[in-house]
């Protein structure tokens, strides 16, 4: 009996210590996913391949003609850089075409792809100082093709220029988010960086080639860089604190201008259409002679041929009919109030003869004569 009592408590020990043991080995494998902060791979040498290649490999791309001038001029420098990895390189100014192949001295067997990659992006307006970074470990490229993502030109146009931005602000903000250098050129982006930053700029440059706008998932990005410096957020989910936005302008579909409105379900089917037969039979006209069809014909033509020429004749006679005159407004009589008084005006008229051109009134001569007699008085 006691064996048995000890058999579920055993159980429920065992159980207690696997529990710890599932938790380190999630956590052990969640640390062997992270990779530490400043590793690097190491370079490949000749030490890893000492008896070289097989067989030699080539690719070759073609370049437009305005970049002629420039991979002249930058084509010594290209062969220089290859020569150091032991790859050999000529350009084609007749076909327009780059050329790059292995030789029996190259050890890395991903260096030819490297090399394939670099020629690509000189061919799409890439500067050699951008392009030379591919060939190394740590740097990938990535060329996107947005030519075929538009039908409209102008709307492709517009989609582009907002991927740049005014004076190339968006580019260069995507540009230091990803720590990728961006070149929009033509119907391609052009990208080249960490694995990393290639994939969020390929995903700006898909998302707003369908008319969403740049500047969110920018935002996005700025908030997922904040949080990558917590170690503690980094292996939780993120979706929280990034912000979702919402379509606010759904594009209706355009509705008809003639609405055809259903019938009602019937089972059972529609009336036959009657045929001309029957439609002769129903008025007569089958039973009537040639002649007879014929002489009812010319009375129909001759009808529709009198109403025209009513009609045409009345459309004639238009020009013909006097327009309608406007009623004659009589003048209104002046009010009795604003009649001029001409005798205040003839009691004015004399008064102004009286008065001489700057001679002083009457009343005004007495009062000096006044003052004039009181100045004498005083003086004796």
């Known amino acids: 009996m006691a064996s048995s009592a000890d058999e579920p408590a055993k159980a429920a020990r065992k159980s207690d210590s696997q529990k710890p043991k599932q938790k380190r080995e999630n956590q052990d494998e969640a640390e062997l996913l992270t990779v530490p902060d400043g590793w690097k791979e190491p370079a490949f040498s000749k030490e890893d391949n000492p008896r070289g290649l097989l067989e030699e490999s080539s690719f070759a791309t073609l370049f437009p003609k ?16 290859l020569n150091e990895h032991h790859v050999k390189a000529t350009l084609d100014l007749i ?11 190259t050890f890395d067997p991903y260096i030819i792809v490297r090399a394939r ?28 093709k947005i030519g075929s993502l538009v039908r409209n030109k102008e709307r ?6 907002r991927l740049i931005g005014p004076k190339g602000s968006t580019l260069k903000a995507l540009e230091l988010l990803t720590n990728c250098y961006v070149m929009v ?31 969110y998932n920018i935002k996005t990005l700025m908030i997922k860089r904040e949080l990558a410096k917590d170690s503690e ?37 529609p009336p036959q ?7 002769e039979l129903a008025s007569g006209e089958y039973f009537l002679k040639a002649k007879q069809k014929k002489r009812q014909k010319m009375e129909e033509i001759k009808a529709k041929q009198a109403e025209a020429l009513t009609k045409r004749q009345e459309e ?65």
Request: one cysteine or more; a positive charge.
């Open 273 to 279: 259409l009657e045929s001309q037969i029957d439609k």
């Open 316 to 380: 004639r006679n238009k020009a013909f009919i006097p327009p309608k005159e406007k009623p004659t407004v009589k003048p209104k009589e002046a009010p009795t109030e604003t009649k001029i008084d001409v005798a205040a005006i003839k009691e004015k008229v004399k008064k102004a003869k009286a008065k001489k051109l700057g001679a002083l009134t009457a009343e005004e001569v007495k009062f000096k004569m006044e003052a004039d007699e009181k100045k004498q008085k005083r003086k004796k």
């Open 66 to 81: 305005y970049r002629e001038a420039y991979l002249k001029e930058c084509w010594p420098l290209v062969q220089k850089a």
């Open 156 to 161: 492709f146009v517009k989609r582009r220029q």
């Open 233 to 269: 957020l980094r292996t939780q989910s993120w979706e929280r604190f990034l912000p979702q936005f919402k379509h606010k302008n759904v594009n209706k579909r355009r509705e008809p201008k003639k609405k055809s409105v259903k019938k009602e379900y019937t089972p059972f089917p």
């Open 185 to 215: 050129q033509g119907n391609t982006v052009s990208a080249i960086g960490p694995f990393s930053g290639l994939k969020e700029v390929r995903k700006v440059v898909l998302d707003t080639m369908k008319n969403i706008h740049p500047i």
């Open 117 to 144: 990659d670099l020629i690509k992006l000189l061919a799409r307006s890439v500067s050699f100082e951008q392009a030379v970074r591919i060939l190394q470990d740590d740097v990938a490229c990535d060329i996107i």
């Open 95 to 105: 076909e327009g075409s780059m050329t790059v192949c292995t030789t029996k001295k």
